[in-house]
T-cell receptor
Framework: NAGVTQTPKFRVLKTGQSMTLLCAQD?????MYWYRQDPGMGLRLIHY???????AKGEVPDGYNVSRLKKQNFLLGLESAAPSQTSVYFC????????????FGAGSRLTVL | AQSVAQPEDQVNVAEGNPLTVKCTYS??????LFWYVQYPNRGLQFLLK??????LVKGSYGFEAEFNKSQTSFHLKKPSALVSDSALYFC????????????FGTGTRLTVIP
């Protein structure tokens, strides 16, 4: 059982380039999330989705876009990367029941030069 | 707005000694509280949660946490630390607006010294 899979695991971009991070889950979870992790700041929510075809903004959505065309996939896009987006990105998923437990992917390390 | 605070960036403990990782919360209403652990180059893994009921919650790997409403705390504990417990620990509180999102603390790095 793969759980939550993120690709790619590592990426280096130049300022202004674009890219997409892919998250795939095989647990039939309704909810999916994208977080970024920065030293001393914990995890901060970028965007989330409560179901196929729906997305919503989290705490730090600026500079990112997302799409949830299929229930199992949640894509995070950077249209014009900036050095401030250098971070480790984590995808997570969970059921739509109260106090659910989130399952996290292994992370994607992005460096923007 | 809900939030959690982890007052210690780093906790060092000798192997075999009891450990405590502190967390305080701020929510309106009843909190749903969680502890997650992150090992190097890995995603976060669920340890335990408090929803309601017994104030002492038992979780994975021998960890437990005590919910204290009067002190608004949810400290993580283990009676006897192992070197393999060395990791980054995050406290979290569930978003009460309905999206089941979690608000995380800044994390506490636990180092167990052999």
């Amino acid at each position: 059982n793969a759980g939550v899979t993120q690709t790619p695991k590592f990426r280096v971009l130049k300022t202004g380039q674009s890219m997409t991070l892919l998250c795939a889950q095989d647990m039939n979870h309704e909810y999916m999330y994208w977080y970024r992790q920065d030293p001393g700041m914990g995890l901060r929510l970028i965007h989330y989705s409560v179901g196929e075809g729906t997305t919503a903004k989290g705490e730090v959505p600026d500079g990112y876009n997302v799409s949830r065309l299929k229930k199992q996939n949640f894509l995070l896009g950077l249209e014009s990367a900036a050095p401030s987006q250098t971070s480790v990105y984590f995808c997570a998923s969970g059921h739509n029941q109260g106090a659910n437990v989130l399952t996290f992917g292994a992370g994607s390390r992005l460096t923007v030069l | 707005a809900q939030s959690v605070a982890q007052p210690e960036d780093q906790v060092n403990v000798a192997e075999g000694n009891p450990l405590t990782v502190k967390c305080t919360y701020s929510v309106s209403g009843n909190p749903y509280l969680f502890w997650y652990v992150q090992y190097p180059n890995r995603g976060l893994q669920f340890l335990l949660k408090y929803i309601t009921g017994d104030n002492l919650v038992k979780g994975s790997y021998g960890f437990e946490a005590e919910f204290n409403k009067s002190q608004t705390s949810f400290h993580l504990k283990k009676p006897s630390a192992l070197v393999s417990d060395s990791a980054l620990y995050f406290c979290a509180v569930r978003d009460q607006t309905g999206a089941n999102n979690l608000f995380f603390g800044t994390g506490t790095r636990l180092t167990v010294i052999p």
